[in-house]
């Protein structure tokens, strides 16, 4: 019953993931973001086949991870919560609104891979029982049909750890790289239009 893939997002902007498995759960998280992005502030979990897709939306920010159907509901929002936690606690707002997709992966997935294992294997620690019990207290889990937030002709047979799917997934991180690729260039593009621009104006004031 593991958790088999995390990520933390701005809107539907990806900033940091992991996955402990092949699948193409990237190709449905980014159909569900694309609707949770709309939503100001919401805890839930969606279910498609034997799988969840366990949520919390927050000024802005989605927390999100996708278990199998048998892994405790509040254990996933207990992990939820100590990945936004310790997102907030690390990253400054400024930081957090300027990051391109991905900025923040090779710092905080290594998090999201600590806590996924820790929320996996040691579900009975006195700190989860905490948070799950002030779950309880304070909220109600509500269970969805993932149909809720996804039309129908956009929902397909979710694959996890089947080679199927490998090459779904890797098209979809070829895809995203290039689109951060092109963000970086028009940037460089841009300064260097800006200092050629300088150069050229002091050429003129000068000779």
């Not at 805890?43 to 802005?60: K, P, R, T």
């Not at 509040?74 to 997709?101: C, G, H, Q, W």
């Amino acid at each position: 019953m593991p958790i088999y893939y995390a990520l933390v997002s701005r809107g539907d902007c990806v900033l940091a993931h992991f996955a402990t498995t092949s699948g193409n759960f990237v190709t449905y998280t980014s159909l569900l973001l694309s609707k949770l992005s709309n939503i100001e502030s919401k805890q839930a979990s969606y279910s498609s086949d034997n799988y969840l897709f366990h949520c919390i939306v927050q000024e802005g920010l989605i927390y999100l991870c996708l278990t199998d159907n048998s892994y405790d509901s509040r254990l996933a929002m207990a992990f939820l919560l100590e990945v936004r936690e310790r997102f907030l606690s690390r990253y400054p707002d400024e930081t957090i609104k300027e990051a391109n997709a991905f900025d923040l992966n090779t710092d905080f997935s290594r998090i999201l891979s600590n806590q996924m294992d820790y929320f996996t294997h040691n579900p009975s620690s006195d700190k989860i029982e905490l948070v799950k019990k002030k779950l309880e207290s304070t909220h109600s889990i509500v269970i969805e049909n993932i149909e809720k937030v996804m039309q129908r002709n956009e929902k397909a047979e979710l694959l996890i750890g089947k080679t199927e799917a490998v090459a779904e997934q890797a098209s979809k991180f070829k895809s995203q790289s290039e689109k951060l690729k092109w963000v970086i260039w028009k940037k460089n593009a841009k300064f260097a239009a800006g200092l050629l621009g300088f150069f050229f104006l002091l050429w003129l004031l000068f000779f």
